[in-house]
Each structure stands twice: as C-alpha cells, then as structure tokens.
Nanobody
Framework: QVQLVESGGGLVQPGGSLRLSCAAS????????MNWYRQTPGKERELVAS????????NYADSVKGRFTISRDNAMNTVYLQIHSLKPEDAGVYYC????????????WGQGTQVTVSS
C-alpha cells in the first residue's frame, strides 16, 4: 500500500523555522522525484520545492528561494523541507508529492500538514 505521511507542521511565529518530513512507503522511493506543494484557501496548489530522484537537482519557487531547503534520504525513504524565516504568506497546507522519473502519470500524494504563521 502506497503511503506518503507528512509531519512537522504547526504554529510558528514569523521569522521562525520548521522542518517538514514526508515518509514514503509502498513504492520504490529512489525512482521518484519528490515535490512539496503548498495550498492556501482560495488559491491553487503551488509547487514550492522539488528534488530529483537521487537528490542531485533541486528547484524552488521564487517566493521561497533562500529560505526553503528540500532534501531527501533514500535510505530512509524520506524527504524533508527545511523552512527558515517564515512569513505569514508561507502559511498553508503543505503536501508531499512523488512523481515517477519517467512514467510521469504515476504520482502519489500525502494527506498534507498544516503550517500556521502567526504571532
């Protein structure tokens, strides 16, 4: 059974930090690119960070460059999103996504973890 389980969300003050984790199971993690998306009410789900299957290539949305770092541990089947200098506009539900490196129609989603930024 395929599972992506996010954790690490919560309430953080502006300027604070968080590390989100996404634990994968039920599929061959090392042949999937991994992505973090963010969704806020009234907006479309936004891709904020991506990492290639072996971790050699990362990409970020302009709005998070320099503050977010995506990483993965293929031995642990886990992808991370380190967030620094949180802003109120970073708040939302963060979803983990796995997309096969060549079979692009094969993808999985986690259930999401809520990040709230407030003083």
């Amino acid at each position: 059974q395929v599972q992506l389980v996010e954790s690490g969300g919560g309430l953080v003050q502006p300027g604070g930090s968080l590390r989100l984790s996404c634990a994968a199971s039920g599929f061959t993690f090392s042949v999937f690119d991994m992505n973090w998306y963010r969704q806020t009410p009234g907006k479309e789900r936004e891709l904020v960070a991506s990492i290639s299957s072996v971790g050699s290539v990362t990409n970020y949305a302009d709005s998070v460059k320099g503050r977010f770092t995506i990483s993965r541990d293929n031995a642990m089947n886990t992808v991370y999103l380190q967030i620094h200098s949180l802003k109120p506009e970073d708040a939302g539900v963060y979803y983990c996504n796995a997309r096969h490196v060549s079979l692009l129609h094969v993808e999985y989603w986690g259930q999401g973890t809520q990040v709230t930024v407030s003083s």
